[in-house]
């Protein structure tokens, strides 16, 4: 199989956003494969939200095109569905892991509802396949099966962020963005579900783009790297190149600190 | 004639320290060799002399100011140095290896199943996987008790040979050898030695550092004098 | 005019409280909301002289659509003669002086809280319900630019999502009332705190059926002839109450909504219609039950 045989995922173009005057990100361009996990790194304000919420087309960027794939094999500009359209997809071929469980979770619904939620939003009507589907996704993000009636908001942070990603991962998405995934848990807790996502990101082929100012993270999750610093990506290639051998200034300051922490 | 794997041609590298004012290092300057298969190529020269950065350059880990590192896989010559991400990531799935006994993640997962899951990458069942797994442990002398636990709990020397077994599992036309026989043991040194000899005979290219000049002589097939292609330096 | 007169007369109101504009703006609201079943149309509700809660949005609906010749009937609870449904007749007799009536077939309009009659209504009758949240979603989603977006694009897993958890935590579902109803295939819709009982009375009815919430200042409808169905699992069916071995004690009635009523402190109790325009009809016709003075006397 050659490489140009099979195309990208996403493809984004000349992607800029502005809030009012001032700068979101600017002049972002890449491709994403199906299988690829990229990060996007950088410090806050850096833009690496923006553009997250860019391509999930939670924001509508000022400029630029992002095409997707769909799984009929169509390359459409995302800016230019419908609102219905993007929403299909942000519940079905997608998913948004949020830094926050409360964002991405009903925290007052019991975990199986969580997880059965986005089946019923397809149609689903039989409550028995619901449930031992959902059974199921809590066995894989390793949530005790005796836990499924129970509300996201009993849950440790390292239980609520594993629901929040069955819950995305129900439907099989091809696409999932991740926002800090990681953020606020404990180091311990933290290994455990970069673990997860590396198995499931192995077993079910996702493509993935997380965002996380944590290059550990970036390290061990991503195959490709994005260094973003005031809008702009200022660096990227593949990951254990980036940071081991950084050639701008500020990833060089980025990866420097870190070591410094380390060692 | 082997065919020829690896061909390296006027590489340049160098580090600029933005941290320390931006301090220009350059490191190399048209480096050229090649290797071809079924033999084993060290590196030589002192500590510092570049020869992890050559390494490191040649699996994309490090990228080359300029030059080229035509890697031949199949009928096809790909240049590292101009490849895209994606490209040097297929590159090491299929064609070029990287034996260290450093693996930058432990996952939770079972040394058999760590082992075995290289095999399978490489498109054996999954019993022929796990005889393959269990077979390399053995050798390397890895206790039978430990294989079903994730390597995060061994000892230091148990873990390097863990990632030794991984390095050698997979079937790459060309491997790379960083150093895989230091800290070991002599019984545990020899049997690496005799894994090299095998991949040899398979006709695997291998590209190696070994500081310890006993291995290196009994390894080698040529060795090659990475200070000739170092940046003489202002004292 | 004696000085009697001036201090006692009530003030002259327009018929039915509100004024003529006003009921233009309401019954544009009706109208866009007959036009789109299930779809809650906005509306500029108007203070009423009565608390919300007490079906101010009934009473503006109704006051919207009542003409000199129309026969209304209030019902609270199924009862006519409950406090709100007696206070709001007493307001409608005041400000329309329109004919009055208990009598559900005598009826051309409805008001009603919680219940739909017995007898089957007819294509001559308007029902007009008291809703205190008109939002079926509101319970899970509390953001209302996010429910409307969900109705706009038809976005109903969440409604689901409430069942789900109703069989989880009781093994079946628990809604009995103000249970959610799918409208010709394309709304959901919240029919007000009715109990799920009557869910099968509003599918394809031959009368027009009219939802006012007063505070949340929403308006929506059941044209004639419209698919409401109740939604449900493959494997939990939509059920209605039952009352097995029940009738009425009055008028021995079965198979209709009954409440109960505890006859002294030893916990005693009694069956009766809910529906007390039914249970009095039925009475009247001979239908007698057990406990029911005249049910002893036919027995001797």
Redesign the interface.
């Known amino acids: 199989m050659s ?1 140009d045989q099979d195309l990208p995922l996403l493809s984004v173009k000349n992607l800029s956003h502005f809030y009012g005057q001032h700068l979101g990100c600017k002049d972002v361009n890449f491709d994403l ?1 199906p299988g ?1 996990v990229l990060a996007i790194v950088g410090e806050s304000g850096s833009g690496k939200t923006t553009l997250l919420n860019c391509l999930s087309t939670q924001i509508i960027p000022t400029d630029g095109a992002v095409y997707y794939r769909g799984r009929k094999g169509q390359s459409d500009n995302l800016y230019e569905m419908s609102e219905a359209q993007q929403r299909i997809l942000l519940r079905t071929d997608w998913g948004f892991v949020r830094q926050h469980p409360r964002d991405g979770l009903r925290m007052n619904v019991s975990a199986g509802a969580n997880v059965g939620e986005r089946l019923m939003a397809l149609g689903d009507r039989h409550y028995g396949k619901i449930r031992d589907t959902a059974l199921d996704w809590l066995e894989k993000v390793e949530i005790q099966v005796d836990r499924i009636d129970d509300a996201p908001r009993t849950f440790s942070g390292g239980m609520q962020q594993r629901l929040q990603i069955a819950r995305n991962l129900v439907t099989n998405p091809r696409l999932v963005f991740m926002d800090e995934p990681t953020g606020g848990l404990d180091v311990s807790v933290q290994a ?1 579900l970069l ?1 997860l996502i ?2 499931l990101v192995a077993e079910l082929g996702l493509s993935i783009i997380i965002v996380t100012h944590d290059l550990a993270v970036a ?2 999750l991503s ?2 790297i994005m260094v973003m610093k005031d809008g702009k990506v200022i660096e990227q ?2 990951t ?2 980036v940071l ?2 950084p ?3 500020y990833t ?2 980025l990866v ?1 600190s870190i070591l410094h922490v380390g060692s | 004639m082997q065919q020829k794997i690896l061909s390296v041609q006027n590489l340049t590298k160098s ?5 320390q004012n ?1 301090l220009q290092l350059p490191v190399m300057d048209g480096a050229g060799f090649e290797v071809f298969a079924g033999e084993c190529v060290v590196l030589g020269g002192p500590s510092g002399a570049g020869k992890s950065t050559l390494l ?1 350059m040649i699996y ?4 080359a100011d300029a030059g080229e590192i035509i890697i031949t896989h199949g009928d096809q010559h790909t240049d590292l140095v101009t490849a895209s ?6 590159l090491r799935q299929s064609t070029i290896g990287y034996v260290s006994q450093f693996l ?2 432990i ?2 997962v079972s040394a058999l199943d760590l082992v075995a899951q290289v095999a399978r990458q490489w498109g054996h069942s999954e019993e022929v996987a796990q005889e393959k797994a269990a077979k390399m442990l053995g050798q390397l002398n890895i206790p039978e008790h430990l294989w079903g636990l994730p390597p995060a709990t061994f000892s230091g020397g148990e873990q390097q040979r863990v990632n030794i077994a991984r390095g050698f599992m997979g079937e790459h036309k060309l491997l790379l050898l960083d150093e895989p026989t230091a800290s070991l043991d002599a019984a545990n040194r020899q049997v690496v030695l005799s894994l090299i000899e095998e991949r040899k005979a398979n006709g695997t290219a291998m590209l190696g550092i070994f500081h310890d000049a006993d291995t290196r002589d009994k390894v080698a097939d040529r060795v090659i004098d990475v200070t000739k292609f170092a940046v003489q330096r202002a004292a | 005019m004696s000085l009697d007169q001036l201090t006692n007369e009530a003030p002259a109101y327009n018929f039915a409280y509100l004024d003529e504009q006003t009921k233009r703006m309401i019954r544009r609201a009706i109208l866009k909301g007959i036009a789109v079943p299930g779809y809650q149309v906005p509306f500029a509700a108007r203070e009423m002289p009565m608390p919300y809660g007490w079906g101010t949005g009934g009473v503006q609906v109704t006051a919207s659509v009542l003409g000199e010749s129309d026969i209304l009937k209030v019902i609270d609870q199924g009862a006519d003669d409950t406090t709100n449904a007696v206070s709001i007749r007493n307001f409608f007799a005041k400000t329309a002086n329109v004919e009055l009536t208990t009598h559900t077939s005598e009826a051309t309009v409805i008001q009603t809280r919680h219940r739909i009659p017995e007898e089957e209504l007819q294509e001559h009758q308007t029902l007009v319900y008291q809703v205190p949240i008109p939002e079926p979603l509101r319970f899970l989603e509390p953001r209302e630019t996010e429910t409307r977006k969900m109705h706009a694009l038809s976005e109903y897993g969440l409604i689901h999502v409430k069942l789900y958890e109703d069989i989880a935590t009781h093994g079946h579902i628990a809604t009995t009332y103000a249970y959610p109803v799918m409208v010709e295939g394309r709304y959901v819709m919240d029919p007000s705190p009715t109990p799920k009982f009557d869910n099968p009375k509003m599918h394809k009815s031959k009368a027009l059926q009219l939802f006012g919430a007063g505070r949340e200042k929403r308006i929506y409808a059941l044209p004639p002839h419209t698919d409401v169905v109740s939604l449900d699992f493959e494997d939990h069916p939509f059920t209605i109450q039952e009352w097995p071995d029940t009738q009425c004690a009055m008028c021995g009635a079965e198979g209709v909504y009954f409440d109960e009523v505890i006859l002294d402190d030893a916990g005693n109790n009694m069956f009766v219609c809910s529906d007390s325009d039914y249970c009095e009809t039925r009475q009247s016709e001979g239908h007698l039950g057990p406990l029911n003075a005249d049910y002893k006397e036919r027995m001797q």
């Open positions: 490489l494969y690829e455990r673990d590396r198995r390290r061990l195959d490709r290639g593949l254990d190149q081991d051998d050639h701008q200034a060089q300051l420097s | 580090f600029v320290m933005h941290l931006g490191k994309g880990n490090y990228a991400p994606r490209e040097i990531l297929r930058s993640a996952p939770r």
